[in-house]
């Protein structure tokens, strides 16, 4: 375990305007705080905002917010560790972790630790194998078939060409039986090690290992925190050297096997590149093949990744689904294709995405496209992609089959009618008489009668009305009401604020006065005032005492957070990332400022409620006379106050 108190020391010496600010050009003062541009979705107007004195951010459009460790895991894809482990080394704080005894646990991270160490190393041999090998040329030649040659290598120094190649770490396996073995050992490292990591395998006969690529151009997998974790090989020309019969092709791609480090269906080829691409643009383009990727990035379309030879899985799903949520996909425009599609859509659901489908020209793939007709023949397909039921259901109907046929046209309409119900897009759901024309139309029904096209729309509309609603999106909050809590198949930080309760307003500037200064809850003037409050406002401010040290007289946001219900969590980010106050005079002075006017309001209610119960038949004259005294006390107090 990394120990609490250097958590805390990272996050009180991380300057966390230089941490987003890489990320952030946009960034300018305003008042006590800094407004950009959001990393993390598309806006022309700048809400998102950075408080370097509270180590905060917070961003009104999207509502993401956190400290710079929770930005970094954001922007990174890295775990909470990973995160502190990257401020740590930009602060200069070493990070000794609490044990005893090595755990099973410490020694398989010491054995990946090992892993990415290697796949490094290997990534540096194949680079540097493309720069420097005699026989570098044939991968050289098929780079250059596809536009991508290197500059280093008398290409036409397009700075986007060699930036994607240097992203994706292309090199060149040597056709040599042990190239990188021999370099391995050279620095060190153990074959076992080589092998463990998927670059070597064992002899069949004999001592030792040799390489697992040889003679093909190389491309680097590289998970979301930048480490090379496997390797994909593509096929070359055949080397003078081989020795085999021309009809005896070699398989196109060779993909590391499955490592401690690396899981084929839970990772995406260019996640790393794309990431802030994808982030940026608020959507992410699958397509199939390495270079469809790498074509597509060197040319500007930088928010593009691939499964690596595998249908799409629930892991790869929720990987993306860290960056995006809306997925085109870009398949090749053939059967496999279309049966990638069916299989990428369930997963994809699964975890929430809006799922669109983009098409090319017959026997195209996006490599072939972007090289021929410009990345904007690609932009032009992923703008008009349609919904992924649109989709299967257009190459249902219009796939050719025999219409006399009655069992494949009813097997065509029970396709439709499952595509139907499993769809939750509420447009597609509304357009079901219009597939039930198209039906009618494409399978010929019309000439079947009115009775058959009458049977048919029903069917369509019972296979819309079993598709289950999802709830209706609620409005987010600033500090809910007393006794308002989120209904219970909502996000608590969803809750509705049902009407504009002036006390409400009230108690939620003053408890925003004392989230922008803690320091104001030891001013005994302020003390006095709180209790005025209730409900949801004596609930925060419980939590901002746990979370303030008067010894250091600093308050610890992430604490403060995690003390309080996550209904407020929006109402706070807002205060801490975009202050209200200049100065903890400024915000002494609106505090007492709303404190007066809450008075003012408790005083009002409490006389109305006596002169109320004032009426009442059964209240004898006596205790009338002191509901009305009463009232009139409170009607005094109130406007005593200024």
């Known amino acids: 375990m990394i120990p609490p108190e250097v958590i805390v020391a990272i996050r009180e010496r991380t300057d966390i305007l230089a941490v987003i600010g890489e990320h952030v050009p946009s960034l300018k003062r305003r008042g006590r705080s800094f407004s950009g541009l959001c990393p993390f979705h598309k806006e022309k107007s700048p809400s998102f905002h950075v408080n370097p004195d509270r180590g905060f951010y917070h961003c009104f459009g999207c509502k993401e917010s956190g400290s710079a460790i929770d930005f970094v895991m954001r922007m990174e894809g890295a775990t909470f560790p990973e995160a502190v482990r990257s401020l740590a080394e930009r602060v200069g704080i070493t990070i000794e972790e609490t044990r005893t005894v090595p755990t099973e646990n410490d020694q398989k991270k010491r054995q990946k630790d090992d892993l990415y160490a290697v796949s490094q190393l290997a990534a540096v041999f194949f680079e540097q194998q493309l720069r420097e090998h005699p026989d570098r040329e044939f991968a050289l030649a098929e780079l250059d078939r596809r536009g991508l040659r290197p500059g280093f290598a008398g290409g036409e120094g397009v700075a986007e060409v060699d930036q994607a190649l240097q992203a994706f770490r292309i090199g060149y396996a040597p056709p040599e039986w042990d190239g990188l073995a021999k370099f391995l050992r050279a620095q060190g490292v153990s074959p076992l090690s080589g092998e463990t990591a998927g670059l070597l395998a064992p002899r069949s006969t004999g001592a030792g290992h040799y390489d697992r690529f040889r003679h093909r151009l190389m491309f680097a997998v590289v998970d979301p925190q930048g480490r090379v974790v496997a390797f994909s090989g593509r096929a070359l020309a055949p080397h003078p050297s081989e020795k085999r019969d021309p009809s005896d092709k070699p398989a196109k791609y060779i993909n590391s096997p499955e490592t401690p480090i690396y899981t084929k269906g839970a990772m995406l080829f260019g996640i790393h590149a794309a990431r802030h691409a994808i982030r940026t643009e608020e959507e992410v383009i699958v397509v199939e093949g390495n270079f469809d990727v790498v074509s597509l990035h060197a040319r500007g379309l930088t928010n593009v990744v691939a499964p690596l030879g595998t249908a799409f899985t ?247 957070l995690a003390q309080i219900d996550e209904t407020f969590h929006s109402f706070v980010a807002s205060r801490l990332a975009d202050p209200l106050f200049d100065t903890d005079g400024h915000a002494k002075l609106g505090l007492l400022d709303n404190a007066k006017q809450l008075k003012r309001l408790l005083l009002k209610e409490e006389a109305e409620s006596l002169a109320r119960e004032n009426y009442k038949p059964e209240v004898d004259f006596e205790t009338k006379a002191e509901l009305a005294k009463e009232a009139a006390t409170r009607a005094q107090a109130r406007h005593k106050i200024k």
């Open 314 to 560: 629930i892991e790869q799903a929720k990987l993306l689904r860290r960056f995006a949520q809306e997925v085109v996909l870009l398949f090749d425009s053939d059967a496999a294709g279309r049966k990638a599609v069916a299989l990428a859509r369930e997963p994809l659901a699964e975890v929430g995405f809006q799922t669109r489908v983009a098409t090319l020209p017959e026997g195209k793939d996006p490599d072939e496209i972007v090289r021929e007709r410009g990345p904007e023949a690609i932009a032009e397909a992923v703008e008009s992609a349609r919904d992924v039921s649109a989709y299967q259901i257009d190459c249902l109907l219009d796939a050719t089959f025999a219409q006399s046929d009655a069992f494949e046209r009813a097997r065509r309409v029970g396709e439709v009618m499952k595509i139907l119900s499993a769809n939750e897009d509420p447009i597609v759901r509304a357009m079901h008489k219009s597939y039930a024309d198209q039906l009618a139309g494409r399978l010929d029904l019309v000439r079947s009668g009115p009775d058959a096209f009458r049977a048919l729309e029903q069917s369509v509309r019972r296979a819309v009305a079993n598709v289950p609603r999802p709830p209706p999106k609620l409005v987010r909050p600033g500090l809910p009401e007393e006794g308002v809590h989120a209904p219970s198949n909502q996000r608590p930080q969803e809750a509705r604020i049902t009407h504009k309760d002036p006390a409400v307003i009230a108690r939620r500037n003053m408890v925003g006065a004392l989230v922008e200064f803690p320091v104001l809850l030891e001013d005994p003037e302020v003390s006095e005032t709180l209790a005025l409050l209730s409900g949801a406002s004596v609930l925060l401010v419980r939590g901002l005492r746990a979370a303030w040290n008067p010894a250091t007289r600093k308050m610890d946001t992430s604490e403060f």
